[in-house]
Antibody, heavy 118, light 107 residues
C-alpha cells in the first residue's frame, strides 16, 4: 500500500523560507521510473504543479516559481523535501506531494495547509 | 507553458444524468492528459490517464477520450458520490499544468 504524508510549518512569515517534507512508503525513489511531485492549491482555487524529482535525481520546476524552489530527496529515509524561499501571502495554500511511475499522479498525500502571515 | 481550459466551469445535474466535461490545451499534447476528481477537503483522486485509460479501482461509468488539443471526460450515469470538482492535467511537457476545474453539483 502506497502512502504519502506532508509535514511542515502551518504558519510562516512573509520573506521566510518554507521547508516541506514528504514522507512516503510502499515504493522506493531508487526504483526506476518512480517520481514525486509537489502540487499546491490556494483556498477555493485550482491546482498548481510546482516541482518533480525522479528516481535518477532529475528535477523539474514550475516556470514562474523556478527561482524560489528547490526539490531534493533522501532515498534512505524515503523522503522528498521542497524548499520555497521568500514566502508571500499569495503562497498561502494546501501543499500536496504526489507520486507515481508515470507523468500523472497516482498517489497523493492528504495535504498540509500553509498560511503566510505576519 | 501550455494553458489548459475547461468547460463548463460548473454544471448542475441529477443522479442518473450523463455528464460531459471538456478540456482544451493551448497546443497539442498528443494523449498526455489525466483527469482527477476532488471532493471538498480531500486530495485529488486520479480517474483517467493517457486520455482514455481508466485508473484501477475507478468505476467504469467514467470514461475519457480525445487527443491533440481537445479532450472529454464523461460520466455515463451520475451517482451521488460523483458530485465533486474535476480537473484535467497535461503531462506532455514541463511545466505540467492543470485546468481551472469543473464543479459538478446537484440540480
Amino acid at each position: 500500500q502506497v502512502t504519502l504524508k506532508e509535514s511542515g510549518p502551518a504558519l510562516v512569515k512573509p520573506t521566510q523560507t518554507l521547508t516541506l517534507t514528504c514522507t512516503f512508503s510502499g515504493f522506493s525513489l531508487s526504483t526506476s521510473a518512480m517520481r514525486v511531485s509537489w502540487i499546491r492549491q490556494p483556498p477555493g482555487k485550482a491546482l498548481e504543479w510546482l516541482a518533480r524529482i525522479d528516481w535518477d535525481d532529475d528535477k523539474f520546476y514550475s516556470t514562474s516559481l523556478r527561482t524560489r524552489l528547490t526539490i531534493s530527496k533522501d532515498t534512505s529515509k524515503d523522503q522528498v523535501v521542497l524548499t520555497m524561499t521568500n514566502m508571500d501571502p499569495v503562497d498561502t495554500a494546501t501543499y500536496y506531494c504526489a507520486g507515481g511511475s508515470g507523468t500523472h499522479f497516482d498517489y497523493w498525500g492528504q495535504g498540509t495547509l500553509v498560511t503566510v502571515s505576519s | 507553458d501550455i494553458q489548459m481550459t475547461q468547460s463548463p466551469s460548473s454544471v448542475s445535474a441529477s443522479v442518473g444524468d450523463r455528464v460531459t466535461i471538456t478540456c482544451r490545451a493551448s497546443q497539442g499534447i498528443s494523449g498526455w492528459l489525466a483527469w482527477y476528481q476532488q471532493k471538498p477537503g480531500k486530495a485529488p483522486n486520479l480517474l483517467i490517464y493517457a486520455a482514455s485509460s481508466l485508473q484501477s479501482g475507478v468505476p467504469s461509468r467514467f470514461s475519457g477520450s480525445g487527443s491533440g488539443t481537445d479532450f472529454t471526460l464523461t460520466i455515463s450515469s451520475l451517482q451521488p458520490e460523483d458530485f465533486a470538482t474535476y480537473y484535467c492535467q497535461q503531462a506532455n511537457s514541463f511545466p505540467f499544468t492543470f485546468g481551472p476545474g469543473t464543479k459538478v453539483d446537484i440540480k
